[in-house]
């Protein structure tokens, strides 16, 4: 979009025109994440229109969270994971694939009575003691999802230990999962989540809830993640049988 006027040919208004344009041009990779979008002049001049209709287009990237915007700055491009269904992968080793920078918010690490529900997913005995990792996952200090692990407080018993990757830190324990089951579904942030995630109260997120096992059977984590639907997509391959 550089170096000449691009044309706008269809009927809708010229700011959706404008917005389309742009958001085929994230999608496509001709913008790389935390680049700067081209000024609203610039986008005035190249596309020959006012500065008024490259406002109100690239708000509307913003609403659909392909753009973020920093106040005195600029506008630039929003991290976005592509996740396939079929890898087992941590939520860092996603974003190291993907050249992302991964990091934690660490709301909350500390050994707890397992609740019914986490004893029933972990087939554990009752009053058996867990490890429950609350934090913020970050893609480039963006906050992409809110994520809680359960996991037995024999495999992480110094919650503390655990850095950014807990696959990692499994690894290091002998104790990393060779498989999980995943189940996905579209539910609307509360007050709280909204405010953890930065996004309005009541928008659609996807709440995940994976199971996974060691190559005894053991279940050895449970991981509710409530993930910003603006930067997640999930992408499963079928084939025909």
Not at 166 to 184: D, F, S
Request: with cysteine.
């Amino acid at each position: 979009m550089t170096g000449h006027t691009q044309e706008l040919t269809d009927n809708s208004p010229l700011y959706m025109q404008v917005a389309r344009k742009l958001i085929d041009d994230v999608r496509a990779g001709r913008y790389q994440v935390d680049q700067a979008l081209p000024s609203e002049r610039t986008l005035s001049e190249l596309l020959n229109v006012s500065r008024v209709t490259a406002r109100k287009a690239i708000d509307q990237l913003v609403e659909q969270g392909l753009v973020v915007r920093k106040r005195g700055s600029g506008n630039y491009i929003a991290p976005r994971i592509e996740q396939p269904l079929s890898n087992l992968s941590s939520f860092s080793e996603q974003l190291q694939q993907r050249g992302y920078r991964p990091g934690s918010r660490w709301l909350r690490r500390e050994l707890v009575i397992a609740s019914a529900d986490e004893q029933m997913s972990l087939g554990l005995s009752p009053n058996t003691k867990v490890a429950r990792l609350e934090r913020l996952r970050l893609a480039d200090d963006v906050a992409m999802a809110y994520e809680v692990s359960v996991l037995r407080a024999t495999v992480v018993p110094q919650p503390d230990a655990v850095g950014d990757s807990l696959y990692k830190y499994l690894e290091g324990a002998g104790k990393a999962p060779v498989r999980a089951l995943q189940h996905i579904r579209a539910m609307n942030a509360s007050a709280d989540l909204a405010r953890q995630l930065d996004v309005p109260e009541g928008q659609a997120v996807l709440f995940i809830t994976r199971i996974a096992y060691l190559d005894s059977g053991e279940a050895v984590e449970l991981t509710h993640s409530y993930c910003r639907s603006d930067h997640y997509d999930f992408v499963a391959e079928m084939r025909r049988g």
